[in-house]
Structure formats: C-alpha cells, structure tokens
C-alpha cells in the first residue's frame, strides 16, 4: 500500500511539476525544442507505465490507444480550417474512456505526430503539455464524477460539451499562448507585453478550437464513448 501510493505521488511530480519545468527550460534554450519534445514523451511513457501498479498493459489496450491517437491526428490534419479543429474533442474522450495518464499520452503523443505534417518547433513541447493536460484533465474529471462515462441524458451531454470548451479557453489555449508569448518575447528582446497576445490568442485561435471542440462532442462524444465503452467491454479491458 505505502508503494503505491509512492508510485501516485511520483506520477503527479512527474506530470505537474517536472515536465512544465522541462518544456519551460527548454523553450528559453536556442533549438532546444527537440530535446525538449523527446524528454516530454519520455516522461509521459514513465507516468503511463507507472499508472500500472499491479500488472502491465495488455497489447490490445495500446492498440486502442494508438487508434485513438491516429483518430485524434487525422482530426487536426485533415480539417482543412486552421483553428478549427476537431482534435481536442478525440483526446478529451480518450482522457475520458481511458483514464487521466493515458489521456495525457494521447494528446502529447498526437502534437508531436501531427507537427510532422506541419511542422516541428518551439511550439511542438507545449502542444503536447497542452493537449495532454486536456486529455488528463477530462479523465480526472470523468473520474471525479463530474463527467458521465456513457451520458445519457441532455444535462450530461451538455456538461461534457461545456467542458470541452471551457478546457480550451482557460486550460490548453493559454499554454499554447505561452509559447508564443515566450517565442515573441525571445525575438524581441522581452518587449512584448504578454496581454496582446494572449487576447489574439483567444480571439483568433483559442474560440474558434473551441468551438470546434464543443461541436464535436455534441455531434460525437456520446457515439464514441459508447462504442470505445462496448470494445472495452468485449475486450476486458477496464480502466485502473
């Protein structure tokens, strides 16, 4: 008992106060985003090996996982409108069907995948501490109670919906705004002031993605979550 609950501690250490330290010292060091996106996998695969206390994953578990990672970079690739992507809502649900440590790995796993068809950067460590802490944060609070697994009703589907958009504005959105403010910042010698461009991010970035999120879940995430729900299901595979 007194293991595992040093191995959850280890895990929060990890994910709340080590990785944001990482992708912040990395983001102030020339072309160090590299590095920085490697190390931020590498600690994301410890906390996701490390939520298994008693036995390891099954590999029909990870094949899951990586189609719902594939789905979530399909999403942001294939929409054609910038902003507008579909993406969070894929690893919202994957935090939700899940579990939080392997929502975190869904999303930090699809930024660096998707960056590949774009391209890699600065920006490429908090896009993936960004998603993940969305797709943490859906688990957490699927966990907690405040979003139904399987909702059935309007109440419940409307929560999820709400969510799904408030998670963009005040959670991942600013953390992409981050990027750009210390990357801006780093060009110009610190003479940006910070207000700008998190008020351009909101309005031309953070409010359209959204939106996007929040359609998508209201048109999708109960289908989804029913159907991940059955191939658990069939599978045995159940949430730790």
């Known amino acids: 008992m007194k ?3 040093s ?3 280890l895990r929060w250490v990890i994910v709340l106060v080590i990785l944001p330290a990482v992708v912040y010292l990395c983001s102030i060091s020339d072309r160090k985003y590299y590095l920085s996106a490697l190390l931020v996998i590498a600690m994301t695969m410890a906390v996701f090996f490390l939520s298994f206390e008693r036995r390891m994953p099954q590999a029909r578990e990870l094949a899951l996982l990586a189609v719902m990672c594939a789905l979530a970079v399909a999403a942001r690739v294939i929409v054609p409108f910038p902003s507008f992507k579909p993406t969070m809502a894929v690893i919202i649900l994957a935090g939700m069907a899940f579990g939080a440590e392997r929502g975190f790995l869904c999303g930090a796993v699809t930024a660096l995948v998707s960056n590949l068809f774009f391209s890699q950067g600065p920006w490429t460590p908090w896009q993936m501490m960004g998603y993940g ?3 943490l944060l859906a688990g957490l609070a699927c966990h907690a ?6 909702p059935r009703t309007v109440g419940q589907l409307a929560t999820l919906v709400v969510f799904g958009f ?3 504005v005040v959670v991942v959105g600013p953390i992409l705004d981050t990027s750009t403010y210390l990357t801006v910042s780093m060009k110009s010698a610190g003479t940006t002031a910070a207000g700008p461009i998190y008020l351009t991010g909101l309005l031309t970035a953070n409010l359209p993605h959204a939106a996007a999120t929040a359609v998508t879940l ?4 109960r289908s989804l979550l029913d159907m991940l729900d059955r191939i658990q299901t069939k599978s045995g ?4």
Not at 145 to 150: A, M, T
Not at 218 to 221: N, S, V
Not at 237 to 240: G, H, P, R, S, Y
């Open 3 to 5: 293991k595992t609950a």
């Open 7 to 9: 191995l959850r501690w």
């Open 133 to 135: 802490m969305g797709g």
């Open 145 to 150: 109670g405040i979003l139904c697994r399987r």
């Open 166 to 168: 408030v998670l963009i």
């Open 218 to 221: 209201a048109l999708f995430g």
């Open 237 to 240: 595979l159940l949430q730790d």
